[in-house]
């Protein structure tokens, strides 16, 4: 099945530093999705992105629609020793690319800081 | 408002046993979709639905039956559990398809099944 081209798979940083993961598609989407999962957990949504070039903040979290409609970008800045984890893209194609309304997920960048 | 409510949190089933995993939202959400989660396989959709009576097959469908005859409840049923079920089932739901700002998917926190 499709699945976004999400990268890196994992990253190991230092606290304080900052972020930049991102998420690829060979088709047009509506909506991209930022989630975290911690542990156990189910994924929390993170950021919601709407229409090409939004630009969106939730705390230290910043998410980019791109303009093409075929990428999205998150960056965490200043990380801390809780946004461990794994963070994962979501999209829906637009149902005249796809056919049907599926939403797609990234296979997630696993986030570990050292404090 | 509770969000999406999944039941059970664990489940170990034998091979050829059925069970129905549960799922529910008291958000007045039309689109239901369950996935499922392996290790280093990220979420791969099983069924969605996109409202009341309207159900379409996922990616993995097979071994997995689904109904919505309300628009709160989307239940999962294993047929006849065979090990390569063994997974984590996570549950979503968003207020509508088509309708931009309403396609943002919440998830229930997971349902853990091992199947021997």
């Known amino acids: 099945g499709q699945q976004l081209n999400q990268s890196p798979q994992s990253m190991f940083i230092q606290e304080g530093e900052d972020v930049s993961m991102n998420c690829t598609s060979s088709?047009?989407?509506?909506?991209w999705l930022w989630y975290k999962q911690d542990p156990g957990e189910g994924p929390v949504l993170l950021i919601a992105l709407y229409k090409a070039g939004e630009l969106t903040s939730n705390g230290r979290l910043t998410a980019q629609f791109g303009i093409t409609r075929k990428d999205s970008f998150l960056n965490i800045s200043a990380s801390i020793p809780s946004d461990v984890g794994i963070y994962f893209c979501a999209g829906l194609p637009t149902p005249s690319t796809s056919g049907t309304y599926k939403y797609i997920f990234g296979t997630g960048t696993r986030l570990k800081v050292l404090a | 408002n509770a969000g999406v409510t999944q039941t059970p949190k664990f489940q170990v089933l034998k091979t050829g046993q059925s069970m129905t995993l549960q799922c529910a939202q008291d958000m007045n959400h039309e689109y239901m979709s369950w996935y499922r989660q392996d290790p280093g396989m990220g979420l791969r959709l099983i069924h969605y639905?996109?409202?009341?009576?309207?159900?379409d097959q996922g990616e993995v469908p097979n071994g997995y039956n689904v109904s919505r005859s309300t628009t709160e409840d989307f239940p999962l049923r294993l047929l006849s559990a065979a090990p390569s079920q063994t997974s984590v089932y996570f549950c979503a739901s968003s207020y509508s398809i088509g309708n931009v700002r309403g396609e943002t998917q919440y998830f229930g926190p997971g349902t853990r099944l091992l199947v021997l």
């Open positions: 088709s047009i989407f509506n909506t």
């Open positions: 639905s996109v409202g009341a009576g309207i159900t």
